[in-house]
């Protein structure tokens, strides 16, 4: 799993690494946030073929997902592309697939991020219906509030396989297993510029805070860095075996 990609730079380091760690890990399938993807801030279809073409399988979304509105017709096409599954109900697309034997599925929070239906109960609601869904249950949570995405890990440990935070584009340290065989991570990180805040022109973006005035950003500059989370699970049970956090930089231009 692959964090929020950002713009070009996002891209571009996605498309540097993937496709090796793909090959070292013997990696079965992977998944990237896309919801930033395109000049920072939604996805387009030339922008999501690009992730495809790089090695990504699925590509997840967020609150951004409607941004670049060229991407709506698509997201009920055969694009492996999601949009958060509690979103509310006859809003175009699917907040789930079933891809290489694997379950992926894309919630949004409610916690200082948007009022959208509640990702317990809509996620409750699509392990009921399936009866012979895989065993291999990968969530990506997109979502602002720690405490909302370690309540969502623990109340699915042990019916879902991970629970993969995305959003804050900022990197968390404690990747681990919770006691009933869910893997967990609070925050993948981000695929995007390191000379940033959280991918994003840093002088742009500290004169918003002083000033308080609405302004559109610019991506930031820099190596670019390229976070994600690698997680074995045991393909009987559907339990995590581990969970290991991988960084990368470009080098040096």
Known sequence: MIGDVIGKPGRKVVQEFLPGLRSEYGVNLTIAN???VAGG?????DTAQ????????VITTGNHVWA???????L???LPLLRPLNFPPGVPGR??????????????GRVFIGNYDCPFRAMDS?????????KVIIVDLHAEATSEKVALGRYFDGRVSAVLGTHTHVGTVDTHILP????????VGMAGPSDSIIGDDAGEVIHSFLTRMPHRFSIGKGRAVFDAVMVEVDEVTGLALNIERIRRQEADR
Do not use: F, Q, W
């Open 95 to 108: 907040g789930s697939l079933v891809m290489n034997n694997v379950m992926v599925v894309n919630l949004i």
């Open 126 to 134: 699509l392990l009921a219906e399936r009866e012979k869904r895989p």
């Open 41 to 45: 801030i939604g996805v387009t279809l």
């Open 50 to 57: 690009e992730l495809l073409d790089a090695g990504v399988d």
């Open 76 to 78: 009920d096409s055969e």
């Open 180 to 187: 009933k065989g869910t893997a967990y991570v609070t925050d």
């Open 34 to 36: 896309g919801e930033n």
């Open 68 to 74: 670049k509105r060229e991407i709506i017709p698509h």
